[in-house]
Structures are given as structure tokens and as C-alpha cells.
């Protein structure tokens, strides 16, 4: 018989037995080398022809046998070909050449080994005598994979022309591959139950994800017949011997599916999108054809692609998930539809938090969909929909459908998110499917579905709350662009959690997130509280940006400044500009030039480009009016000017254009335009050469010759503006202005601004300054002829002084230091103001005046009878006294600390807020204790004054270390008997205050040193007063404050991440990065904490609670609330730490004993899975059969691992 002389030519003999039998053994996983016998003994034929010809013999004998009368059968073959033997070897060449496809020999080997193997599976009889091996059936279908293989290593070819001329000759071997393939399962009657029908759907799925289409210049006519070939088998694998489809087998179908879909979504690459497009389409094409059959596995492959981990912790791999997830719901059925939001929902707030996050993101790509139908019209939607979905869809518009989903792949974008919840029971699913009424016949056209908008915006509101700050920030993003949104559900859907005031409840969100321990949150709710702003102002939200202004993230610090300055430019009114100038203002001394850089260019587009000429009746821009409004306000020149200084450095747009157009305003309206425009000029002065001084000139004179009651601030402004620019008037104008201000000195015209006066008479004539000194003389003369009682004259004597070149008479200054110890009884408040100011010029003059009157105006600071201006006037005078001679006013720092305390009157605690606060950031002072303890408290103050100069110090200025080193000792302080008596709840925001400013190492060294220093120290001072009843006040309040803190959200004790493990938290990519840096930073110290835990806090807390138990009150509860957060955080390394020490292991588990936890101190237990919460349900496949019990005649072969 020719196939047996055909067969014969593969020399069966010469293969081993004991080679043949271990492939058996492996179920064809495992192939060794071939035995050297049977390639010595075939090494003169080709294989390829050999298996050629043997296909051909065995056509000629199935031809043969139909004509005739002989059998066709393996009962015949069996007895004359060695079927295992000829097994194995197809096996060999298939799984070698699938192990070596960019080699043509041997994947061309492959190809027709499988198709040869497909021939011995024609013949019948080809289960009884175990032919059809359903593992050798999965091998050769990889086959199929070999066009997609060989374009994923195009770098292993020279140019493109090659790989598509390899590409093509695969496929054309594929052409009759696939043909073979469709008549063999036509015979082997394959169902769902069979061994490996899963790998086989795989392999034959792996042809529809076309990467090869557009990617190269291939057949596409060819490709296209070969996947409608695969199509078609598919197809009949999908349906059972009675033709109908099986629910089971397509359940199997989809499964392969979705390893498909999940490893695309791997590779994010932009090439894959193909790939994912035509899963998709391949999925909504089997289940527009099956129907109801296919719904609920449909279901559960969304299910399962929504709720799998596997590479979901990097960002990229999410936003495809997502969007897979999206694009195949839009394709399901009305009610389907609204079962997958309400799982989504329950996913929203199950325990894994990439569950949660990919779940709140699917829910926020439905927003845009249509709401829910009310009840009433429910019934007739649902006629209305079963009548327009009547009309089936025939073969060729389904091909249609396929053709447009393929190319506007794109639409089935959308977005993902993780977790999932309990999978539908296979009841609901029945009762689900018997109370659809819809038609699923067109459901490759996407539609618009409806979602419960209320449900998905309270769903994501709650992940404000979450645990993890990737979810709380993403969903205060959500929040902020609900609220932009104008889709008419999404409106009312947060009218319920929107609203004016206080009362609303997004604005409280906002509010608390700004306090939130991660600056990627209060980044987040600045945004929140941005668009609040935007729809209604409100004084909270900008007191919460003001503050976020001065955080200590420069993310957060720019987000606030941008929002402040985008309201002020965009809606600017009185508020907002106030907002502008109390926040990001302030931050041109930010000590990150970027923050700088951005408050400039800011100020720029606020101030100076807007500014306009002025021209009568015609309405010019008032952002810059209503800017310098604020300045001349809140008296924040000096900004200004450093404003002014910044921009001459980033930008040219200070120069002499500028005064051009403001110059136009000045005496062209009233008083308030002059005094704004002079204080602009003055702050840019400094930085422009203007010669042009005739307009300023002209006004002086007008100002100066007015009868009319003017503004105070004018004349001094105008004064200084001519003191920068008098170097350009010419000598006639110098000369006459000169000699109108020694007038005007000489007849007591200029009394509010005799000292800028002065000034400028003298820069006008250095050379000649004796009129000076006449006028002085005369001053003191008269000062001292008329008995003293004329303060006026002593004040002028001490203004003079200033620019005279000889100096004040001594008798002059015993004078004023007589008055300041022995003020006499008939002077006003005024007059004892007038004459500590009088003092305050001469000590600028001189040293020995400054020594001599010093301690005189400490003295009259702490003197709580003296009048208010007298002392403000002697707070200003030792201030000046300091910037000259700091060490004469370093001994006096407790009379200035004591215009801090409480009780002293208002103005004068502000005043001195402001003075030490422009000395500290200038140098002239510095922060030592216990000025220090003092400055810090006012960082709880009430009044806002006082409070705001601190607090921008502290959190811009003070050095992180400074902050660090001192935090114990603050804690110490604000407890001592002694001490100022500070509220609970002051002392904890004065903490929270510093806390921030803390990196996270530094707030686990301060948790260890407050353990050690106030917690064991408390503990040893129960122990030595055992017989009194309590401890002591101070140490009581500072126990409190430590176990407080200990237990807060600044300083919690650093606990593991629920659902996260640390192995894969490593790789986490983008997933979030601030939880990463976290870890990393504090693993440095987390050791150290760990063992001051154990070592430290444990026995402090057990003593403290022994010996404060039988009292009770609120520290006991405090020790309790401790030693529980304890219990829960550090339960593990406690026990691992004291395992060794019997008797601390005995006296913790009493201790949980009677505080009411569960004892569990040395008990042995898995300390891996202990305390794991519970995985929820899942939606799960159904399990595989057991295989059935084989039995060997000897032990087989392990099987090795394939990599």
C-alpha cells in the first residue's frame, strides 16, 4: 500500500521506546532531543516532503476505500503503522516549531505536521485508539499565532520588505492550514467538557486580534479569508450536536477573551489599540448573534476585566482598562446595563483600593449618559424600545457593523477603574434574562444608556473620605468638574451636596481637604474651593486659600495663588482683591524663586498692563485702581515695592511709559486716585530715570498752596517721590524749592511731615546745611526758655536734629528723658505721645541717646497705665533702635515680648506682631528662647492681626530644623504652671501648625523623643508618687497633649496599607507616588520607631494606666485611646519584639484584658495572614472538572517548567 511505503520513509522503527513512551508520559508538554538513531536514519530525506507526500497517500486512500469495499478505519491502520510512535514525532516537530518560529524550516515543519496530524484525525476510529490528544490538538493550533509572533519581533529582519514577505508566505501556508483545521472539528464533534476546549477557543481566538492589518502592507485579502475560516469554527464550536449554542462553551469563549484583553491593556502601546479594537468588536459581534445565551457571560467578562489587579498600579495600564470596560458596557442591554452600574457602585466602597479607584472612574465615564426614567413613563419606553428593535439583522450588516467598529475603534475609549463586588447568582441571571424584553439584535450600534446620576455623584462624594489620597484627590477632581458641568442631571444631582454658605457641602469637603496631611489632596481642594469661589464668593473659602497660600508643598502654595489671582483677575470686587493681597502677596518673599516668578508675572496682569491713560469722560480699566485701592488699605507699600523690584529684574515693563500714564492721574480726580498713583510712583521711582520732574513739581505747589483740608498722606508721599527724583530738576527749580521748604520749616507750616521736609531740603544743598542748624537752635531755645511746656518746640528740635550737621544739645535730651520718668500731670495722651516720638529721633542720631533712653521706653512699654500712643510710639522707637544697635535692644526682648501677653490692648499686641516680625525676617533679631515659645503662640491667637504675621513667618520664613529641634521642649513650655494659660485646643494648632512644616523622618524622630522625654518620664513620676492621688498639672496637660498628638492625623503612628502589598507597592509606578516616597523615606527610621514602640510606650502605658486606673477622668481614657491605636497598628511588631520577656508578655496580655481586647500577646500564630482582612466575592468562572484518576504502569515524569 503506497501510505505505508509513504510512512515507512519516517523510519517509526528507529524512534527509542522509551522516548516515545516519556512524551506520552509528559501529555506531549516534554520533548527531548531526537534519539541519534533516528537522525542517522533520516538525514537523507527532507521532512517537509515527507509529510508532504504521506498527506497525499493518505487523500489516495481515503478516496480509495470510499470507492471500495475495504475499511477506513484505525482498526485497520492500527495493526500496521506505529500510531504512538508517529505521534510523538508530529508532536516533536509541532512543539519544536513552535518553540523556534522566526526559523522558516522549522515553522514550516510545524505547519505540516499539524496538518498531517489533522489527516490522522480524519480517519475514523481516531478516539477509540486515542489519535485525537486534545493537548497535541492545542499545540498545533498555535500555528495560528505564527503571522502575529513574527511581527512582535520585527527587529530580527533587515527591512520591512522581508517580514512582509515572511508574513505573507505564513499566511499563505495558513490558507490551507485553516481548511484542514475547519473539516477536523466538523468530525471531532468537540463540547465544552472535552480536556484543553479552552486552550483550543485561545489559540483559535489569537487570529482575530489583527496587530498585522494596518501595521504592514500583507494580503489583506488573504488574512481576511483566513479569519473568516477561523470565524466559521469558532462558530461551530459554539454550538452543540444539535446545532444550538452552548451557554457553556460561549462562557469558555469569553474567558479566553478576556486573558486577551487584560494582556493587551498590558501594553499601552498605541500599536495595541488594533489589537483591543478588535476583541471588542469580536465580543459585540457574538453577542448581538447569541443573544440572551451570551448576555451573562458577557456579563461576567466585564466582571472580571473591571475587577482584575493585574497590572492596574500603573497609570497607563488603567486608563485602558478603562476604557475597554466602558466601550463593552455601551454595548449591552438596557437592564444589564443598569445591573453593571449598581455592581460598580458596590465595587466603589469595597476594601481594595485599586477596586475602589478603577470603580469610581468607570462611574465617572457614565456621567455624560441620559438620567433615569421616572416610573410612570417606564413601561411605555419599554414598548417603545421593543418596537424599534424588532427588525433582526441579517449576515451582511453584521459584516457591516464589524467593518465601521473597526474603524472607529476609538468610540470604545472610554475610562477604568478597579474593584469589584459580589458576582450575580445564577438565579438573579434567570430572572434577569426572563424579564428582558429587549431585542439584542442591533447592539453593535452604541446607544445612549441611563445612569442613576444621584447614585454615581453621592458614590464618589463618599471617596472624599477614603482611605488612600490618589482616590480622595481624583474624587475632589470630580467634584470640581461637576460643577462645572452643564448636563442638566449631573446639576441636580449636586444640588443636594452644593449650596451657598456654610451650609454646603462640598465647601466643608473643601475645607477639611485643605487640612489634609497629603499636598496632593489640598491641591485637589483647591481647585474644589476655586470653583466654589467662582459661583459664589464667600469670606471662608478665601480665608482657606489664604492659608493654603503658606503651605508647605509648592504645588499647593502655586494652586492657591493661581486661584486667588484668577479670581481677582476675572471677577475682580474689594473681596477678592483683599484675598490677593493677604495670600499669594505675600508670597513674593517665597523662598522658591518659581512661587516668585509666578506671583510677578501675576501682578503684572493685574497692575501694570491694564493701566491707562486717563482722559476725561472716557471709563478706563479699574483692576489697577481697585489693586492699589487694596495697597493704600491694608498699607503694603513695602511689597509693593519689592513687587516692583522683582518685575524690573523678570521684565521690562517698569520704565518711564508707566509714569507717563500714571502721571495723567495724579490731580485729575480727588484724593483717593492721587494718593494711589503716588504710591505707585514712589515704588517705582527707584527703577526709572525720569527727568520730566515739571508734573510733580507743579503738584507740590498746588498741594502745598491748597486752603482746602487734603489728605494727611499726600504731602510726605509727594515729599519722597521728589527726594528720588529731585537729581533731575534743573538748578533754577532746586534753588526755588529749596528756599519754599526752609520757609515752610522756619514758619511750622509742615508739622506732619517736618522730617521728609527736612530730608529734602537738605539732598537739595548738601553743601549748605547751617540753616539747619539755626532752625535747631532756635527750637531748643525756645524749648528750654518757657520752662519745658511746650512739647511741639522739643519735637521740631528733635525733627531738625535729623539733617543738622551739629548735634542735639545734651540738655535737650535730659529734656525728654525727665518727661518719660516724671511726665508732667496737665499732659494729654497727645503730648506724651509727641514727646516718646521725640525721643525715638534722637536715638537714631545718636548711640549714647539710644543706650541712655532704652531702658526708659522698655519701662514705659511695660507700664500698663501709660497711654496707648505713648507706647506704640516707644514700641516704633525701640524698633528703629534696633535695626542700628541691636545689642542695646537684646537685654529689653521681655518688655518687647510683653506687648504679646493677652492682656495688653489690641493695637499694641498687632503693632508689635508686625515690628518683631519685620525684624526677624530682616536679620536684626533672632528666634531664641524664650522669645521663641512667645512668637509661636501667637499662632493660635484670636485675633487674626496678630495671628497673620506669625503664621507667615513660621510657615515661610523659620527653618524646618528650628521648628524640629524645639517642638518637645514647645510642648514642655505651654504646660508649665507658670507659664501663659493656653486653651487644649490652641496648643494642638499651634502643633498642627509645625507639624506641617515637618518631612516625615522628622515627625517619627519627634513621636520617639515625646515617648521617651514626656510618656516614660510621666510614667517614672507615678511611680515615685504612688501615694498621691494625681500627677502633676503641668505634667497631666502635657501627657495629654502627647497622646493626643501620638494618636492625631499629623502624627499617626505609620501603619501598613490595607490591600497593598509591599512587593507590588514597589511597583507601583504612578499608581501613587506619594505613598511610595512615603515608605521610602521613612523606612530610614522606622526600625528605630518600632523598637520605642515595643521598648518604651508599651511599659509606659501599662504603668500609667495601673497607677491612673482606680482615679478614671480623661487621661485614663487618653492612656486607653493610646494603648487601643497601639493594639491595632503595632500589634505585631509588638509581640515580635517582647516574645523574649515573660513577664512583659504576662503583664501586656492582663493589660488587654482589662482594657477589653482580646488577649493575644505570645500566642503562636502566622504573622503573614493575621491580620488580612478577608478578599471579598468575586465574580468567578466556573471551577474545571476533576480529571479523571489515571493509572500508570510506572511513576511518570515530572513535568519541568516552561519559560
Not at 48 to 61: N, P, Q, T, Y
Not at 206 to 223: H, M, P
Not at 781 to 786: C, G, I, K, T, V
Request: proline share 4%; glycine share 4%; hydrophobic share 40%.
Amino acid at each position: 500500500m503506497i501510505l505505508l511505503e509513504e510512512l515507512n520513509k519516517l523510519h517509526l522503527d528507529c524512534l527509542n521506546d522509551e522516548w516515545v513512551q516519556s512524551v506520552c508520559d509528559s501529555e506531549f508538554f516534554e520533548f527531548g532531543e531526537l534519539p541519534s538513531e533516528y537522525e542517522n536514519a533520516t538525514e537523507s530525506h527532507e521532512i517537509r516532503s515527507v509529510f508532504r507526500s504521506i498527506m497525499s497517500a493518505f487523500d489516495d486512500w481515503m478516496c480509495a476505500t470510499e470507492n471500495g469495499t475495504d475499511s477506513t478505519s484505525w482498526a485497520t491502520l492500527s495493526h500496521q503503522v506505529k500510531h504512538q510512535h508517529l505521534l510523538a514525532l508530529l508532536g516533536y516537530y509541532i512543539d519544536y516549531g513552535n518553540k523556534n518560529i522566526l526559523t522558516t524550516e522549522c515553522r514550516n515543519n510545524a505547519l505540516w505536521a499539524s496538518r498531517l496530524y489533522y489527516k490522522l484525525l480524519s480517519v475514523p476510529g481516531h478516539k477509540a485508539y486515542h489519535i485525537y490528544h486534545s493537548q497535541l490538538f492545542a499545540h498545533s493550533l498555535a500555528c495560528l499565532s505564527y503571522p502575529k509572533t513574527v511581527c512582535e519581533n520585527e527587529d530580527n529582519f533587515f527591512n520591512t520588505k522581508q517580514l512582509v514577505r515572511e508574513v505573507n508566505s505564513i499566511l499563505k501556508e495558513l490558507s490551507e492550514f485553516v481548511y484542514d483545521l475547519k473539516h477536523v472539528i466538523e468530525k471531532l464533534q468537540l463540547s465544552p467538557h472535552d480536556m484543553n476546549f479552552e486552550d483550543i477557543l485561545s489559540n483559535l481566538v489569537d487570529i482575530t486580534g489583527g496587530a498585522i492589518v494596518n501595521k504592514l502592507n500583507i494580503d489583506k485579502i488573504e488574512l481576511n479569508n483566513l479569519s473568516r475560516v477561523v470565524y466559521e469554527v469558532i462558530d461551530f464550536l459554539l454550538n452543540n450536536s444539535n446545532g444550538e449554542p452552548s451557554s457553556l462553551a460561549i462562557k469558555l469563549l469569553f474567558k479566553s477573551i478576556l486573558q486577551k484583553l487584560v494582556a493587551a491593556s498590558l501594553d499601552y502601546k498605541q500599536a495595541h489599540n488594533i489589537v483591543r479594537a478588535s476583541y471588542v468588536t469580536y465580543s459585540g459581534l457574538i453577542l448581538s448573534k447569541y443573544g440572551k445565551i451570551a448576555l451573562s457571560s458577557y456579563v461576567v467578562l466585564l466582571q472580571h476585566l473591571a475587577y482584575s489587579l493585574e497590572g492596574l498600579e500603573k497609570a497607563e495600564v488603567r486608563q485602558t482598562r478603562i476604557s475597554l470596560v466602558a466601550g463593552l458596557m455601551s454595548l449591552l442591554p438596557k437592564r444589564s446595563y443598569c445591573n453593571i452600574v449598581k455592581w460598580l457602585l458596590k465595587l466603589s466602597a469595597t476594601s481594595k483600593i485599586l477596586h475602589r479607584q478603577i470603580a469610581m472612574e468607570i462611574l465617572a465615564q457614565l456621567v455624560p449618559n441620559d438620567p433615569e426614567e421616572s416610573t410612570d413613563s417606564g413601561n411605555e419606553s419599554r414598548k417603545t424600545s421593543t418596537e424599534d428593535n424588532t427588525e433582526a439583522i441579517d449576515i451582511n450588516s453584521e459584516q457591516q457593523s464589524v467593518d465601521s467598529e473597526k474603524e472607529n475603534d476609538n468610540q470604545l475609549k472610554v475610562a477604568i477603574e478597579d474593584d469589584s463586588s459580589q458576582s450575580q447568582s445564577s438565579s438573579q441571571e434567570n430572572q434577569e434574562l426572563e424579564a428582558m424584553d429587549e431585542d439584542i439584535s442591533g447592539l453593535l450600534n452604541q446607544r445612549r444608556h441611563c445612569v442613576p446620576h444621584a447614585d454615581i455623584v453621592r458614590a464618589i462624594f463618599e471617596r472624599v473620605n477614603d482611605v488612600s489620597s490618589t482616590l480622595r484627590s481624583r474624587a475632589l477632581v470630580l467634584l470640581t468638574d461637576f460643577l462645572d458641568s452643564h448636563h442638566t442631571p449631573v446639576n441636580e444631582a449636586m444640588k443636594e451636596l452644593s449650596g451657598d454658605g456654610e451650609q454646603c457641602r462640598i465647601a466643608e469637603v473643601g475645607a477639611r481637604c485643605a487640612a489634609d496631611e497629603r499636598a496632593v489632596v489640598r491641591k485637589a481642594a483647591v481647585a474644589l474651593l476655586h470653583r466654589l469661589l467662582v459661583r459664589n464668593e464667600h469670606p471662608s473659602h478665601y480665608a482657606t486659600l489664604i492659608s493654603l497660600c503658606r503651605d508647605a508643598s509648592i504645588i499647593v502654595r502655586g494652586a492657591a495663588v493661581n486661584a486667588l489671582a484668577d479670581v481677582a483677575l476675572n471677577s475682580p470686587s474689594e473681596l477678592s482683591l483683599n484675598a490677593f493681597l493677604a495670600g499669594p502677596f505675600h508670597q513674593l518673599s517665597d523662598p522658591e524663586a518659581k512661587i516668585q516668578e509666578q506671583v510677578i508675572n501675576i501682578v503684572q496682569s493685574v497692575l501694570i498692563t491694564p493701566m491707562q491713560k486717563f482722559e476725561p469722560n472716557v471709563s478706563v480699566d479699574s483692576l489697577p485702581w481697585l489693586f492699589l485701592a487694596g495697597i493704600t488699605r491694608l498699607n503694603m507699600r513695602k511689597h509693593l515695592q519689592k513687587a516692583c523690584t522683582l518685575l524690573v529684574k523678570s521684565a521690562n515693563c517698569i520704565n518711564h511709559r508707566l509714569v507717563d500714564i500714571v502721571s495723567t492721574h495724579l490731580g485729575a480726580l480727588n484724593d483717593a486716585r492721587d494718593l494711589q498713583s503716588l504710591v505707585l510712583l514712589t515704588s517705582v521711582a527707584r527703577h526709572v530715570e525720569y527727568t520730566e520732574v515739571s508734573f510733580l513739581l507743579e503738584y507740590y505747589y498746588k498741594l502745598a498752596d491748597d486752603a482746602q483740608v487734603r489728605d494727611n498722606r499726600l504731602m510726605p508721599l509727594t515729599l519722597e517721590l521728589i527726594s528720588l527724583w529731585s537729581r533731575y530738576a534743573s538748578d533754577l527749580e532746586r534753588q526755588t524749592l529749596r528756599e519754599h521748604l526752609i520757609s515752610r520749616l522756619a514758619s511750622a507750616l509742615d508739622n506732619d511731615c517736618r522730617p521728609a521736609s527736612a530730608s529734602l531740603a537738605a539732598n537739595l544743598d548738601p553743601t549748605n546745611l547751617q540753616w539747619a542748624t539755626d532752625l535747631m537752635k532756635l527750637s531748643e531755645r525756645r524749648a528750654l526758655s518757657d520752662g519745658g511746656c511746650d512739647v511741639a518746640e522739643w519735637v521740631r528740635a528733635a525733627d531738625l536734629s535729623l539733617v543738622a550737621p551739629d548735634p542735639p544739645s545734651p540738655q535737650l535730651l535730659d529734656l525728654f528723658l525727665n518727661a518719660l520718668q516724671h511726665p508732667p500731670p496737665e499732659w494729654d495722651e497727645g503730648r506724651r505721645g509727641a514727646c516718646v516720638a521725640g525721643v525715638g529721633r534722637i536715638c537714631v542720631r545718636s548711640r549714647a541717646a539710644a543706650g541712655a533712653a532704652a531702658p526708659q521706653l522698655a519701662r514705659l512699654l511695660r507700664d500698663g497705665a501709660a497711654p496707648l500712643c505713648a507706647r506704640l510710639n516707644a514700641l516704633l522707637a525701640l524698633t528703629d533702635v534696633c535695626t542700628r544697635y541691636t545689642c542695646i535692644v537684646d537685654p529689653l526682648l521681655e518688655s518687647l515680648c510683653g506687648c504679646l501677653a493677652p492682656e495688653a490692648p489690641a493695637a499694641l499686641r498687632r503693632a508689635a506682631a508686625r515690628a518683631l516680625t519685620k525684624l526677624l525676617l530682616a536679620g536684626y533679631l533672632r528666634l531664641r528662647t524664650p522669645l521663641y515659645y512667645r512668637y509661636c503662640a501667637l499662632l493660635a491667637d484670636e485675633d487674626l492681626e496678630v495671628r497673620e504675621p506669625a503664621e507667615y513667618f513660621v510657615t515661610s520664613c523659620l527653618t524646618v530644623e528650628v521648628i524640629y529641634h524645639h517642638f518637645v521642649d514647645c510642648v514642655l513650655y505651654f504646660n508649665k504652671e507658670d507659664g501663659e494659660k493656653m486653651s487644649f485646643d490652641a496648643r494642638q494648632l499651634i502643633y498642627d501648625v509645625m507639624l506641617q512644616r515637618m518631612s516625615a523622618v522628622q515627625r517619627l524622630n519627634v513621636q520617639c523623643r515625646l515617648a521617651r522625654e514626656v510618656l516614660q518620664h510621666a510614667a517614672d513620676v507615678a511611680d515615685e508618687r504612688a501615694h498621691e492621688q494625681d500627677l502633676p498639672h503641668h505634667l497631666s496637660a502635657a501627657l495629654l497633649d502627647t497622646i493626643t498628638l501620638l494618636c492625631g492625623p499629623r502624627m499617626k503612628l505609620p501603619t501598613k496599607r490595607d490591600g497593598i502589598h509591599p512587593e507590588k507597592t514597589e511597583k507601583a509606578g504612578d499608581a501613587d507616588i506619594e505613598d511610595l516616597q512615603e515608605r521610602v523615606t521613612t523606612n530610614i527610621v522606622s526600625h528605630k520607631m518600632k523598637r520605642t514602640v515595643a521598648e518604651v510606650l508599651v511599659p509606659a502605658v501599662m504603668r500609667l494606666y495601673a497607677r491612673l486606673r482606680s482615679r478614671g477622668g480623661q487621661l485614663a481614657a487618653y492612656i486607653v485611646r493610646i494603648a487601643t491605636d497601639l493594639h491595632n497598628d503595632y500589634r505585631q511588631e509588638i509581640e515580635e519584639l517582647i516574645q523574649d520577656d515573660e513577664e512583659l508578655v504576662e503583664r501586656v496580655r492582663h493589660f488587654q484584658e482589662t482594657i477589653g481586647l482580646e488577649p493575644s500577646a505570645g500566642n503562636a500564630r502566622n504573622l503573614v495572614t493575621a491580620s488580612a482582612p478577608p478578599d471579598p466575592d468575586t465574580p468567578r468562572a466556573r471551577k474545571r472538572p476533576p480529571r479523571a484518576a489515571r493509572h500508570y504502569a510506572h511513576s511518570p515524569r515530572k513535568r519541568a517548567l516552561k519559560i
